[in-house]
């Protein structure tokens, strides 16, 4: 099954780019994905537990993935 990964602000920048689809096993969890994403080329450099969000809603990283599923890793925010 395919499910797609948003990257964004400094993350889209370690990886090179700010979507990615990947193809994943029945069963695959957020942490099954955040594993193969940090595989990618620098994408080591990625937080080993970043916060995510599944279908726009953040999700724990042993949420069961579905067929199309939306995977979006959140860098953390700054601000003042």
């Not at 689809?21 to 955040?34: F, P, Q, R, S, Y």
């Not at 994403?37 to 990283?61: C, F, I, K, T």
């Not at 890793?73 to 601000?79: E, K, L, N, Y």
């Amino acid at each position: 099954m395919t499910v797609t990964v948003l990257l964004f602000a400094s993350y889209a920048d370690i990886v090179g780019r700010s979507e990615i689809e990947l193809d994943v096993g029945t069963g695959a969890t957020v942490k099954d994905v955040i594993a193969r994403v940090r595989a990618l080329g620098d994408a080591h450099r990625l937080p080993p537990a970043p916060m995510v969000a599944v279908n726009e809603q953040y999700a724990s990283h042993d949420r069961e993935l579905e067929a199309g599923d939306e995977v979006a890793f959140i860098p953390p925010v700054a601000g003042g």
